[in-house]
T-cell receptor
Framework: TQLLEQSPQFLSIQEGENLTVYCNSS?????LQWYRQEPGEGPVLLVT?????EVKKLKRLTFQFGDARKDSSLHITAAQPGDTGLYLC????????????FGTGTRLQVTL | SAVISQKPSRDICQRGTSLTIQCQVD?????MFWYRQQPGQSLTLIAT?????????ESGFVIDKFPISRPNLTFSTLTVSNMSPEDSSIYLC???????????FGPGTRLTVL
């Protein structure tokens, strides 16, 4: 069974602070995705990382895929209240790539 | 991209009853999925909705409890049968677009069972 553990589970910070969310597994994934889910909505895909060591930037968000493709991180610079939400990493299941295993989730709250 | 709608958006039900949730996609998709998200938790895959055939269920989920239909490429239903308070969750539909690897999610159905 592929498991994705995220840390921290909860994060409450003030506007302007930086933060990093981690997604770790003992399994190798062919790719990892990061989603953000806001209250009352479904998850929305932020990025997909495919190559070990890959770094992708999306405005103030920086995503990194570990060299061994077992872990990933999401770094947010100068967080804003609009970044508030549940952040989820997800990876394709071994054998059925269209199915996703979701991480345990990190709930971020950014206050003024 | 695909836009997914779900009905109802929320419901409060009595134990022992059943609720059917509808999922409609605005474009053709290859695969459709149903997830459960318990309060404050992550998403757990319930099943893959197969067009014109029985759904494929994940470990811990059975057809008698969560019957699923997918009569065409853009529509699916999930029924939560004989509900108990433990079934209180958000149920989400997702779809995989044609030729892409991105899953699009509906807004979810928030179910409370009393």
């Amino acid at each position: 069974t592929q498991l994705l553990e995220q840390s921290p589970q909860f994060l409450s910070i003030q506007e302007g602070e930086n933060l990093t969310v981690y997604c770790n597994s003992s399994s190798v994934f062919s790719s990892l995705q990061w989603y953000r889910q806001e209250p009352g909505e479904g998850p929305v895909l932020l990025v997909t990382v495919v190559t070990g060591g890959e770094v992708k930037k999306l405005k103030r968000l920086t995503f990194q895929f570990g060299d061994a493709r077992k872990d990933s991180s999401l770094h947010i610079t100068a967080a804003q209240p609009g970044d508030t939400g549940l952040y989820l990493c997800a990876g394709p299941n071994t054998g059925t790539a269209s199915k996703l295993t979701f991480g345990t989730g990190t709930r971020l709250q950014v206050t003024l | 991209s695909a836009v997914i709608s779900q009905k109802p958006s929320r419901d409060i039900c009595q134990r022992g009853t059943s609720l059917t949730i509808q999922c409609q996609v605005d474009s053709q998709v290859t695969m459709m999925f149903w997830y459960r998200q318990q309060p404050g938790q992550s998403l757990t895959l319930i099943a893959t909705a197969n067009q014109g055939s029985e759904a494929t269920y994940e470990s811990g989920f059975v057809i008698d409890k969560f019957p699923i239909s997918r009569p065409n490429l853009t529509f699916s239903t999930l029924t939560v049968s004989n509900m108990s308070p433990e079934d209180s969750s958000i149920y989400l539909c997702s779809a995989l677009g044609v030729g892409v690897s991105t899953q699009y999610f509906g807004p979810g159905t928030r179910l409370t069972v009393l």
